[in-house]
């Protein structure tokens, strides 16, 4: 788990405010290893139903209400109230995330873009490879390909997305095609699909051995 990225998700409450907030460290870096000031990225996951419950800020509200509190008195109880709050917290962290992320991806030079690539498909690589306690169930896999079609504009999806599927197919220890049962096929196609790689997953499940790499430096996570 990398400790310089984050999951975001956009959440959406019963009041009718669309949050963002921070989830957590992205399981999946395809920029690993890397310092916070250098490339990598912030996911957004979007939540397509409203919660159940108002966000904290509209709950103090009308908490501050029921006390009788008006004016700026009732302004200053929300914002003291408001702050103290994970809903908050979460809210800087998620605003402090994206920044962070978008600066480290003003990167205009071809050379290091390329090198960017070839970086995350080693990555994809690695990740497919785990083995034992470690090894990728089908759902890992499904959160991986997310990660993938969520990878800044600078990365070839495509390129990645082949990779992804040609190594989902093979077995690294032994070097030998392993297939896939189909409901695990399906799985991944329905996540492909929303995203418009269908085909592209399907190119890459059906050969026979993993997409060539040229990789550069060392990588894992």
Not at 34 to 57: F, L
Not at 68 to 85: C, D, Q, S
Not at 195 to 217: C, D, I, S, Y
Request: glycine share 6%.
């Amino acid at each position: 788990m990398c400790q310089s990225c984050s999951t975001l998700v956009q959440r959406n409450f019963s009041c009718g405010h669309r949050l963002l907030l921070r989830k957590g460290n992205t399981t999946f870096c395809l920029f690993y290893p890397h310092t916070p000031e250098e490339y990598h990225a912030a996911s957004v996951h979007y939540e397509s139903r409203p919660r159940d419950e108002e966000c904290k800020e509209c709950q103090i509200r009308k908490e501050a209400g029921t006390k009788g509190l008006r004016g700026a008195e009732k302004l200053n109880y929300i914002k003291k109230m408001y702050a103290k709050t994970w809903e908050a917290k979460s809210r800087e962290e998620a605003k402090n995330s994206a920044t962070l992320a978008k600066k480290s991806q003003e990167v205009a030079d071809p050379e290091e873009i390329a090198k960017l690539n070839e970086k995350a498909q080693g990555q994809v690589k690695f990740y497919l490879g785990r083995r034992g306690r470690h090894r990728l169930d089908i759902v890992k896999q499904g959160n991986l390909l997310r990660t993938i079609l969520l990878a800044p504009e600078a990365i070839d999806k495509k390129a990645l997305i082949l990779v992804f599927a040609s190594y989902c197919v093979w077995d690294q220890k032994e070097n030998v095609w392993k297939g896939m049962l189909s409901q695990d096929r399906n799985y991944l196609l329905a996540i492909a699909r929303r995203a418009g790689f269908v085909r592209t997953l399907e190119a890459g499940l059906a050969m026979k051995k993993p997409q060539n790499l040229q990789l550069g430096e060392k990588t894992n996570a």
